[in-house]
C-alpha cells in the first residue's frame, strides 16, 4: 500500500484533482467576496470582524495553492497548507451539521450553490487524505519541485 502513496503517477492525480478543485473554488470566490462573506457568515463560527478578510484572503490562498499543485512547484508546502485548509472545512461543516444549520457550502460560490452536507464532508475528508498523502509523498511525475 505505501508504494501505491508514493507512485508518481498516483500523487501527480492527487495532485491535479486537489489543485482543479482549489482553482475552481477560488475563481467565484475571489470574483464575489461580498457573497463568500455571506457565506461564511452563515456558518456562525468565524467572528464578524473575520469575515471580511478572510473572504478576501481564504479564496486567493486556495487559487494559489491550487495552481502550485497543477504545476508541481512546492509540493509538500502546498499540500500541508490545503491540508490545513480541507481540515478547517470538515470541521465547519461538521459543526454545522451538528446544528442543524440549513446553509449553502459557499464551496464553490453562490453560482454553484449546494447545501452543506455529510456528503461534502466526505469528499473534503477524501481530499484532506489526498493532500497528506501528497505532503508525506511530495515527489511525481511531472513536477517542477517536490519541497
Known amino acids: 500500500m505505501n508504494r501505491l502513496a508514493q507512485n508518481g503517477y498516483v500523487t501527480l ?29 452563515a456558518y456562525q463560527i468565524v467572528p464578524m470582524q473575520a469575515i471580511n478578510v478572510i473572504a478576501i484572503f481564504l479564496p486567493w490562498l486556495e487559487l494559489v495553492c491550487g495552481i502550485f499543485l497543477l504545476a508541481g512547484i512546492c509540493v509538500r508546502s502546498s499540500a500541508a497548507i490545503v491540508s490545513l485548509m480541507l481540515a478547517a472545512f470538515v470541521a465547519g461543516i461538521s459543526v454545522a451539521l451538528s446544528r442543524h444549520l440549513n446553509i449553502d457550502c ?32 511530495p515527489k511525481s511525475v511531472f513536477a517542477m519541485g517536490n519541497s
Not at 110 to 128: C, M, T
Open 13 to 41: 492525480i492527487s495532485r491535479c484533482l486537489i489543485g482543479i478543485v482549489f482553482v475552481l473554488a477560488a475563481m467565484e470566490k475571489i470574483s464575489l467576496p461580498d457573497e463568500f462573506a455571506v457565506s461564511l457568515q
Open 106 to 137: 459557499g464551496c464553490f460560490g453562490s453560482a454553484h450553490a449546494s447545501p452543506i452536507g455529510w456528503q461534502r464532508v466526505v469528499e473534503d475528508g477524501g481530499l484532506f487524505i489526498l493532500a497528506v498523502n501528497l505532503w508525506a509523498h
